[in-house]
């Protein structure tokens, strides 16, 4: 009898120590994986841009690159990257550092100041094959190598000049728009900074 009453209290006691151990866990989540984030807005600066985006130039070319190992003068295996670019050009003009008079005897909007045209011109590379050999692996080096010079290529078949000029005319053609109003009221929109020439003709 006294070791049954042993073995009841053991077991009680057992079983009061796991429900304390249950209880405490599901309050403390003990003994479970637990994941925090702490987020924080370090700065939240919104920026109105009056900007006008007078050409878009989308261009594409594919480049080889052939890499070959050599022993003794002789080539004995070579591989080969190809890459596919995607060229993004644009012109635009921030027309927040446009300036301009206004001649009401003449009936005249002089424009006395106008931005330069700010290029952008964004080379996407993408890998399109790898000729790898087993002499001559393609290394991460390689292949930045390629991207890179796949980059240069882009931006220096881009004529910025071409750009500059037929950007310059859009704008002439766009601002002549705007200016709608103003040469219904018999205004004519003259140019001072000889940029552009005289609109509204």
């Given amino acids: 009898m006294r070791n049954n009453k042993v073995i009841i209290s053991f077991i009680a006691g057992a079983g009061a120590v796991l429900l304390v151990f249950f209880g405490l866990k599901s309050c403390l ?17 919104i920026s109105k841009m009056n900007k006008m985006v007078v050409m ?14 050599e022993v003794l003068g002789k080539e004995v295996s070579s591989n080969s990257i190809i890459t596919y670019t995607k060229t993004n050009a644009q012109v635009s003009y921030d027309l927040n550092k446009m300036k301009i008079e206004v001649d009401s005897i003449n009936k005249k909007l002089v424009i006395t100041e106008l ?35 796949a980059k240069e290529t882009a931006l220096k078949s881009i004529d910025q000049n071409q750009l500059r000029s037929e950007g310059r ?15 219904a009221l018999n205004y004519t929109i003259e140019d001072k900074t000889g940029k552009i020439g005289i609109l509204g003709l």
């Fill in 115 to 149: 931005p330069d045209a700010d290029i952008r011109i964004t080379p996407s590379v993408e890998i399109q094959s790898l000729d790898d050999s087993f002499f001559n692996r393609i290394t991460e080096k390689d292949i930045k190598g390629v991207t890179e010079k």
């Fill in 29 to 45: 989540n003990l003994g479970g994986k637990t994941e925090k984030s702490d987020y924080y807005i370090l700065t939240n600066q």
């Fill in 56 to 69: 878009e130039q989308n261009t594409s070319s594919m480049q080889k690159t052939k890499m070959g190992y």
């Fill in 169 to 183: 005319k859009q704008l002439m053609e766009n601002l002549d728009h705007i200016f709608v109003l103003a040469k």
